[in-house]
């Protein structure tokens, strides 16, 4: 596995092994309600047992992004969120090594959230849904979470498609990565998309070639934890789908991921501990070169 560095603050961290981001949603309609809390003391709470379990990164939301979710005004946002931050950096900052992401696609959050104490961006829309992200990004010199969506969360699954879903999404970051770098945004991580304005047939295609994004050069984030790409296929719910999501973080892993965004992190841990195990010396020489 290639070793990444990562500035935070000013601090540089190394991304040797993978690493687990746990889901903490300040929403009342997250699709899995195991991930919702609502109280600073509950989430500061939640996020000790995480961390404890062997989450690096703890990704906090106040918007939920589910196919058909309802909007979310930029102001309703910010007051889910703003108490919630410094309570969960209180708990960061007993471990070192740990961090907060706030996940937002709107630019004007991101600059009152780091002001409050979360380290890195995770955005969905890539830049997309707000067009001065990547400059307030940029100002703050912060790490950044760049992940492919087809569309919006209202419309991101109304029939999707792609001429070669691995070939165009490589297309995408290999576009949007340099124009970052020229713009002083070093601190990458890329991520697919699962889900986002991608049907079933996208999303397994992505993840049996997630290792040609390998060739971007930047960490890979996966997020897959209980969602419809587990949960249909086996005719359950989001609830009963931890053991399907446990088998496709393997699969991520064997891939090429070096961050798991989860539920649950102590599976994610167990997963990662197995995987490393296994493969004690990477996994570059399994994969095979890139054809389609």
């Known amino acids: 596995m290639q070793d990444f560095l990562l500035k935070v603050e000013g601090t ?19 699709f899995y309600k195991e991930s919702r809390i609502s109280t600073p003391s509950e989430a500061a709470e939640r996020a000790e047992e995480m961390l404890k379990l062997g989450a690096k ?3 906090i939301g106040g918007y939920s992004s589910r196919p058909g979710s309802a ?19 209180s708990i960061t900052e007993k ?16 600059e009152k959230a780091i002001d ?18 990547h400059k307030v990004v940029a100002e703050l010199n912060c790490p950044y979470i760049l992940m492919h969506m087809q569309g919006d969360p209202g419309n ?3 029939d999707p498609s ?13 576009n949007r990565l340099p124009k970052l770098h020229d713009m002083g945004i070093h601190d990458t991580i890329i991520d697919v998309g699962f889900g986002f304005g991608k049907t079933l047939e996208h999303n397994y295609q992505l993840l049996r070639e997630l290792h040609a994004f390998q060739l971007l050069g930047r960490p890979i984030l996966t997020g897959i934890s209980r969602k419809s790409m587990v949960y249909n296929v086996l005719k359950k719910t989001p609830g009963d789908s931890l053991n399907g999501s446990t088998a496709l973080h393997m699969a991520a892993l064997l891939q090429g991921s070096n961050i798991l965004r989860v539920h ?6 167990e997963t990662i501990t197995l995987f490393s195990k296994l493969l004690p010396n990477g996994i570059n020489h399994l994969l095979q070169p890139w054809e389609c």
């Open 264 to 269: 649950d992190v102590k599976e994610a841990q």
């Open 116 to 133: 409050a104490g979360a380290h890195m961006v995770n955005d969905i829309s890539g830049g997309n849904l707000d067009n001065r992200m």
């Open 156 to 158: 991101m699954q109304h």
């Open 12 to 30: 540089i961290h190394t991304l040797s092994t993978p690493w687990v981001m746990g889901i903490l949603n300040i929403t009342p309609d997250s």
């Open 71 to 89: 909007q979310v005004s930029e102001e309703e946002e910010w007051n889910r969120l703003h108490k919630i931050i410094p309570a969960v950096r």
């Open 57 to 59: 990164i703890i990704d």
């Open 162 to 174: 792609y001429g070669h879903v691995t070939q165009d999404i490589v297309k995408f970051f290999s």
């Open 95 to 110: 471990i070192p090594g740990t961090f907060i992401s706030v996940d937002t696609f709107r630019a004007n959050v991101v």
